[in-house]
C-alpha cells in the first residue's frame, strides 16, 4: 500500500514554462486536495475533488488546474510559472476526518 | 468563518523538557479539531484528534484536550525526544468542509 505518492520531488521552473505535478492515492478516496505550504504560513487549499470528475476551487487557485478523470490521479497544472508559485505542494486524500499526505512537490520559478 | 491560530515558533528544548504548544481556534460549532506532524523532508501525518468538548486526544506520548470554553487544543507532552523534532500543526474543519491549518510551529529538540 503506497498511500499518496507525487512526482517529481523538486522541479526548477523558468518564469512562463508550464508542468503538471503528479499525484496518485491507491487507497481508493473519493476526496483529494491540493495544498501549497509557504514558510510560515501553513498550508493554503488550491484545489479539492470529491469524485472522479468533480473539481472545485479552493483557497488559492489563481494560476493552477486540476483534473480527475480516475479516483486514483489527480494532477495539478501551472500553465504560466510566476516566481510566486515557488513553493511546497502537497496532494493529500481523505478517508472519515484523516487526510493522508503525499510526500511533497518543491518547486522553484526563476 | 473558522480559523485556527497557534504559538508561533521555532520551540527549541533540551530532551526529556516538558513541551506545550498553544493552539486556539474560532468556530461556528465544535468542530473536530487534529494535530499533524511533519517531519523533515515529509508531508504532514495525523498524529491525534478529537471530536467533541472535553474529549481527549493522544498517541505517541502527545496529547491535546478539547477545550470549548478556552477554545482550545493545546499539545502537551511529557519528556520530549530528539526525534520528536519537527513541525507541528494544528488543524480544524471548517463549515464547508475544508481543513483550516495553523502556521505551524517548528519544534528542535536538543539532546
Known amino acids: 500500500n503506497a498511500g499518496v505518492t507525487q512526482t517529481p520531488k523538486f522541479r526548477i521552473l523558468k518564469i512562463g514554462q508550464s508542468m503538471t505535478l503528479q499525484c496518485t492515492q491507491d487507497m481508493n478516496h473519493n476526496y483529494m486536495y491540493w495544498y501549497r505550504q509557504d514558510p510560515g504560513m501553513g498550508l493554503k487549499l488550491i484545489y479539492y475533488?470529491?469524485?472522479?470528475?468533480?473539481?472545485d476551487k479552493g483557497e488559492v487557485p489563481n494560476g493552477y488546474n486540476v483534473s480527475r478523470s480516475t479516483t486514483e490521479d489527480f494532477p495539478l497544472r501551472l500553465e504560466l510559472a510566476a516566481p510566486s508559485q515557488t513553493s511546497v505542494y502537497f496532494c493529500a486524500s481523505r478517508a472519515g476526518e484523516t487526510q493522508y499526505f503525499g510526500p511533497g512537490t518543491r518547486l522553484l520559478v526563476l | 468563518g473558522n480559523s485556527v491560530t497557534q504559538m508561533e515558533g521555532p520551540v527549541t528544548l533540551s530532551e526529556e523538557a516538558f513541551l506545550t504548544i498553544n493552539c486556539t481556534y474560532t468556530?461556528?460549532?465544535?468542530?473536530?479539531l487534529f494535530w499533524y506532524v511533519q517531519y523533515p523532508g515529509e508531508g504532514l501525518q495525523l498524529l491525534l484528534k478529537a471530536t467533541k468538548a472535553d474529549d481527549k486526544g493522544s498517541n505517541k506520548g502527545f496529547e491535546a484536550t478539547y477545550r470549548k470554553e478556552t477554545t482550545s487544543f493545546h499539545l502537551e507532552k511529557g519528556s520530549v525526544q530528539v526525534s520528536d523534532s519537527a513541525v507541528y500543526f494544528c488543524?480544524?474543519?471548517?463549515?464547508?468542509?475544508?481543513?483550516?491549518f495553523g502556521q505551524g510551529t517548528e519544534l528542535s529538540v536538543k539532546p
Open positions: 468556530a461556528t460549532g465544535y468542530p473536530s
Open positions: 488543524a480544524a474543519y471548517n463549515q464547508g468542509g475544508k481543513l483550516i
Open positions: 475533488s470529491v469524485g472522479a470528475g468533480i473539481t
